[in-house]
């Protein structure tokens, strides 16, 4: 265990708590994470996992900043510190620092955003949302024989949640790609964007047989009210931003809120401050109830659909709400899965994804958006797409990466589609 080095932290905290900003305190600017901290806490069972989850069920104290395979990260606070300091001691758990300051990472990012001076629209920084929808608008107008703009329907703060169809010619299977569910995953709408700008205007003949071949519906930003508050208050916010009834907590996990194994098998949370909370009920976030009622109006058209997140490197299939049962083209799954890895590993990068089912490589995850469009819309060819890094920065990626992973993606897409159709799952489901 790490213990030395957390003690040295605790020691240091209590010497700081008077000058480092707590979330409290910063609720009418940017909330603060001056001294949080980042930990990788491995498990062995669903025991374990449990009481390291019970750690984070006071609000604003230790939180779950994400969970990856046998293993949680935790975000702990400098007030906290001295708590998670005792806990390590009297268990039998070890953890491990990724990220000593967040504030600091978060200042960096900042940092280097300010540094990309580009008046226009830019990959080599993060976007808001007002500059997003700007650039869908020029995208429009520049493309109008190919391009359709689209509003599958309004967040709860009343935003249109926008995308683009892409359509070289009648007669093309269709790609659903949904981001930025999570407010805090900025790389996501990035790499959507990037995305989109490619499948318009490269001159490579892959790309050009990418994007003529197959429809394109894509929706950079899903979660746009908690998008906004990522930018404008709080840059770690990742939930939907309805209140909750009964409580002071806001906002419900948009990836739990789906109609399909809602709740199931301790696939999401009931509290209303969890980060995974599910919602009252299925559909209670317009986001989610939108999107669903979007795509089952063109699901006959749809045969893939791919939901972007980040972060840990993963290829996601269904199920997410258990483990001890698989789709019957599981075998598909894996296979289609496998080529985007090996896609994405044969770059210059090196970048290595695993691949599997949500409740199989990772942990019970029940009313995701792969599940829903797998189960109640047919849509065979299901993933949640985990990107870069698996820990490092987390969820405040360096927008250095956004090109890199932007690549990724593209080759991973490409050969997943590659697999897809040798295996029959682009044939059209209706009629020219």
């Not at 806001?250 to 969890?274: F, I, L, Q, T």
């Not at 695993?354 to 797998?374: F, H, N």
């Amino acid at each position: 265990m790490i213990f030395n080095t957390l003690r040295t932290l605790a020691t240091i905290t209590l010497i700081v708590l008077t000058d480092g900003a707590n979330l409290e305190a910063n609720r009418g600017n940017h909330v603060r994470y001056d001294n949080y901290s980042v930990y990788k806490v491995r498990y062995q069972n669903n025991l374990e996992r449990q009481t390291l989850l019970s750690l984070t069920q006071q609000p604003h104290s230790i939180k779950l900043w994400h969970e990856a395979r046998h293993e949680l990260h935790l975000l702990v606070s400098p007030q906290s510190l001295p708590e998670f300091v005792t806990f390590l001691s009297r268990s039998n758990f070890s953890a491990e620092i990724f990220i000593q300051n967040v504030q600091k990472a978060i200042d960096n990012e900042y940092a280097a955003n300010s540094r990309a001076t580009e008046d226009t629209f830019s990959w080599k920084r993060y976007n808001n949302l007002a500059e997003i929808e700007d650039w869908l608008d020029d995208i429009l107008a520049r493309y109008p024989k190919v391009t359709e703009g689209f509003v599958i329907g309004k967040s709860y703060e009343g935003r249109p949640i926008r995308g683009i169809k892409i359509s070289y010619k009648i007669g093309n299977p269709g790609v659903f790609i949904e981001s930025n569910i999570h407010a805090r995953e900025w790389i996501t709408s990035a790499t959507a964007t990037w995305f989109i700008n490619e499948l318009l205007s490269s001159n490579e003949e892959l790309v050009r047989e990418l994007a003529e071949s197959h429809d394109w519906y894509i929706v950079p930003v899903l979660n746009v009210d908690g998008f906004v508050y990522s930018h404008e208050k709080d840059r770690l916010w990742r939930k939907t931003r309805q209140p909750s009834a009964g409580s002071s907590c806001v906002g419900a996990d948009a990836n739990r809120n789906y109609n399909s194994h809602w709740m199931e098998n301790g696939g999401a949370s009931a509290d209303p401050c969890a980060e995974d909370y599910a919602g009252p009920f299925p559909f209670s976030e317009p986001e989610a109830k939108a999107m669903a009622e979007f795509i089952s109006g063109i699901k006959d058209k749809l045969n893939v659909l791919l939901a972007f997140h980040s972060y840990s490197q993963l290829l996601l299939s269904p199920y997410g709400h258990s483990s001890e049962v698989v789709p019957y083209n599981h075998k598909d799954l894996m296979q289609v899965a496998k080529a985007y890895a090996d896609a994405v590993q044969a770059l210059p990068y090196g970048t290595i994804y695993q691949y599997g089912t949500s409740a199989g490589l990772l942990y019970p995850v029940s009313g995701s958006t792969k599940d829903w469009a797998y189960n109640e819309q047919d849509i065979k060819i299901s993933y949640t797409v985990e990107f870069r890094d698996t820990g490092k920065f987390g969820f405040v990626l360096p927008p250095s990466h956004i090109i890199p992973n932007a690549e990724e993606a593209l080759a991973g897409i490409e050969a997943l589609l590659r697999e897809c159709k040798k295996l029959g799952y682009l044939q059209l489901k209706y009629k020219v």
